[in-house]
């Protein structure tokens, strides 16, 4: 007989796990108390990398099944989710969201789920690089200056250049203007860029 498993996370110790654990039960699965873990840790760390949830995984067995409310509970994102999910299945662990009508995200079904929610998260992904690429064009084509400042003004940079010209060494000239060898290479490098 399977046994039955719940993860329960929370983000901060403000927060209570009942109503994921009540949710669970209402469900009708068969959950003994010693097999639920509640672990107080943000979403944005990755399933793995949580350590109530690596003690769950080193407890489960292949044909133990574990129930979760939401797929937020497992992971930071879509691809996050989806790599935890494969790995519990390839131990034969069976995964089931409530939030998703109770399907085992391991079996055809909710493999095809999973498919779906990982291509949208892809789709976001896509979009949300679109939109960042215009902005910059936009910022671009306003005349706006991308990236960090310089650490130096023109008028430093024409000073580095000289100095250079003169025969000090790039070590000499980072130490009078306070700043990195890597920033008075950058100088010269510029200066001889057609």
Same mark, same amino acid.
């Given at each position: ?13 403000? +927060?209570?796990?009942?109503? +994921? ?20 840790? !943000? ?22 099944? =574990?129930?979760?409310? $939401? ?15 494969? %790995? ?16 085992? =995200?391991?079996?055809?079904?909710? $493999?095809?789920?999973? *498919? ?10 896509? =979009?949300?690089?679109?939109?960042? +690429?215009? %902005?910059? +064009? ?18 430093? *940079? ?5 100095? =250079?010209? *003169?025969?000090?060494?790039? !070590? ?16 010269? *490098?510029?200066?001889? $860029?057609?």
């Amino acid at each position: 007989m399977s046994r039955v498993f719940a993860y329960c996370r929370v983000s901060t110790s403000e +927060q209570t796990a009942d109503n +994921q654990l009540n949710e669970i039960n209402a469900a009708g699965f068969d959950l003994q108390p010693r097999r639920a873990i509640v672990e107080t840790v !943000s979403g944005s760390v990755a399933a793995m990398e949580r350590d109530g949830f690596r003690r769950l995984v080193d407890k489960l067995e292949s044909g133990d099944v =574990l129930i979760v409310t $939401k797929l937020d509970r497992l992971g930071r994102n879509a691809m996050d989710v989806r790599a935890t999910v494969e %790995g519990l299945a390839a131990d034969g662990v069976r995964v089931h969201c409530l939030a998703l009508g109770g399907v085992d =995200l391991t079996s055809s079904a909710g $493999k095809m789920t999973m *498919q779906v929610i990982a291509a949208v998260a892809e789709f976001e992904r896509d =979009l949300l690089i679109e939109r960042t +690429q215009a %902005g910059l +064009q936009r910022a671009k084509a306003d005349g706006q200056a991308l990236g960090r400042p310089a650490k130096l003004s023109q008028e430093d *940079q024409r000073t580095v250049l000289e100095r =250079l010209a *003169q025969g000090s060494s790039v !070590s000499e000239v980072a130490r009078v203007f306070g700043t990195s060898r890597q920033t008075i290479m950058r100088v010269r *490098q510029a200066s001889v $860029k057609p």
